[in-house]
Structures are given as C-alpha cells and as structure tokens.
Nanobody, 126 residues
Framework: QVRLVESGGGLVQAGGSMRLSCAASGRTFSTYPRGWFRQAPGKEREFVASISWSGGSTYYTDSVKGRFTISRDNAKNTVYLQMNSLKPEDTAVYFC???????????????????WGQGTQVTVSS
C-alpha cells in the first residue's frame, strides 16, 4: 500500500520557521516529481512548491518565493518543505503529493498528482 505521511506541522508565531517532512512508503518515488499544496479554510487547494525527480529544478508560487524551500532525499524517499518568515496567511493544511510519470516535469496542477498525504496543519499566529 502506497502511503505519503506528512509531519512537522503545528503552531508558530509570525516570523518563525517550520520544516515539514513527507515520507513515502510502499513504493519508491525517486524518479517522480513531488509537490506541496495547501488548503486554507473555505478556500481551494493551492500549489505551494514542486521539485523535479533529481532535485535540480524547483518551482514556487509567488507568495512563498524567497521564504520557502523544497528539497528531497531520494535515498529516504522523503521530501521536505522549509518554511521561513511565516505569515498568518500561510495558515493552512499542507499536503504533499507525488506526480505520476517517471522523470516527468513538475507542474502546479493538483490534478496532475496521483498520490497524496493526509495533510498536516500549520497555524501561524500574529
């Protein structure tokens, strides 16, 4: 059974930092793009960041550029999201995902991702 499990969420003050992890099990995703998405209450799920299978290319939504960093460790089948200078508007449930298609290009569309974690809550207080 394929599983993606996020961890590292919680409560942090504005300006603080947090690191999310997403460990995969049941299969290896070392040749698949990975992504992070988030969903705030009453809003649609939105793209946050994605990373190519090699880690050589990364993409971010404009609102997190310069503050968030996505990375991966293929030996551990894990992807990370380092979040710095957090703002209250970053509050959301964060989901990790794995995109279908070995060696394919990362995209910002949730529909392109075949595997999803259950999500982890990130709350940024002002």
């Amino acid at each position: 059974q394929v599983r993606l499990v996020e961890s590292g969420g919680g409560l942090v003050q504005a300006g603080g930092s947090m690191r999310l992890s997403c460990a995969a099990s049941g299969r290896t995703f070392s040749t698949y793009p990975r992504g992070w998405f988030r969903q705030a209450p009453g809003k649609e799920r939105e793209f946050v960041a994605s990373i190519s299978w090699s880690g050589g290319s990364t993409y971010y939504t404009d609102s997190v550029k310069g503050r968030f960093t996505i990375s991966r460790d293929n030996a551990k089948n894990t992807v990370y999201l380092q979040m710095n200078s957090l703002k209250p508007e970053d509050t959301a449930v964060y989901f990790c995902a794995a995109k279908g298609g070995s060696f394919s290009i990362p995209t910002p569309r949730a529909l392109d991702y075949d595997y999803w974690g259950q999500g982890t809550q990130v709350t940024v207080s002002s």
